[in-house]
């Protein structure tokens, strides 16, 4: 399954584990908004955050099969600021191909 590599990018920064399952045309719809961005933008974004101070932890798939993949985590970014995140991606042979994500504000860590 896919959930492996998607844990190695946000534990090892491991960019090229995560492209390979990123889906060319992947439509990322922002929670924030309900924009919808491209793959271009969305790898610039998130590659900056995971090469920079911010980090992930309890990363979990919470479920995973042929044409779903849900995972949630804890992301901190490097200006201290904390959310639960939830991401909902779409897969079509064995790619990522549309995610919809969801996040909520936590306290700063103590």
Known sequence: ???EKYKK????????????????DIEIIMHSTGGVI???????RI?????????????RCLYENDDIMVVHQITNA???TRDA???VFTKEDGMLT?????ATPLPPKK
């Open 38 to 44: 491209d793959y271009d933008l969305w790898m610039e």
């Open 9 to 24: 990018f946000w534990e090892e920064g491991d960019i090229e584990a995560f492209t390979s399952i990123i889906h060319a």
């Open 47 to 59: 590659s900056a955050v995971v090469l920079s101070d911010a980090y992930a932890e309890n990363i």
């Open 85 to 87: 995140v939830m991401y």
């Open 98 to 102: 549309k995610l919809e994500t969801g």
């Open 78 to 80: 490097a200006n201290g």
């Open 1 to 3: 399954m896919l959930f």
